[in-house]
């Protein structure tokens, strides 16, 4: 995952802000298939979030299906 800029806007909620960075960033190619995701934890300090507003952005991913989510393997593109 590239370390681009991420601005928090207050026009939208956080995680659907976060949910639509990864989006971007997968219909941009910077993410490809089968590549795995950084932890929750990490997502969650990348954007200075709490580690449940990644969850949420994630869970929107997954069922757009854009990314499969496996316990305690992570999640994939």
Do not use: C
């Not at 956080?14 to 989006?23: D, S, V």
């Not at 960033?25 to 969650?44: F, V, Y």
């Not at 969850?55 to 989510?69: C, D, H, K, W």
């Amino acid at each position: 995952m590239t370390e681009t800029a991420f601005d928090i806007k207050k026009s939208a909620p956080i995680y659907k802000q976060i949910a639509r960075f990864f989006e971007d960033e997968i219909s941009s190619g910077n993410l490809t298939p089968g590549k795995r995701l950084p932890s929750t934890a990490k997502l969650a300090e990348r954007f200075s979030v709490t580690p449940d507003t990644v969850q949420q952005s994630l869970a929107i991913l997954a069922r757009r299906g854009l990314v499969e989510r496996h316990r305690k393997r992570g999640t994939f593109v």
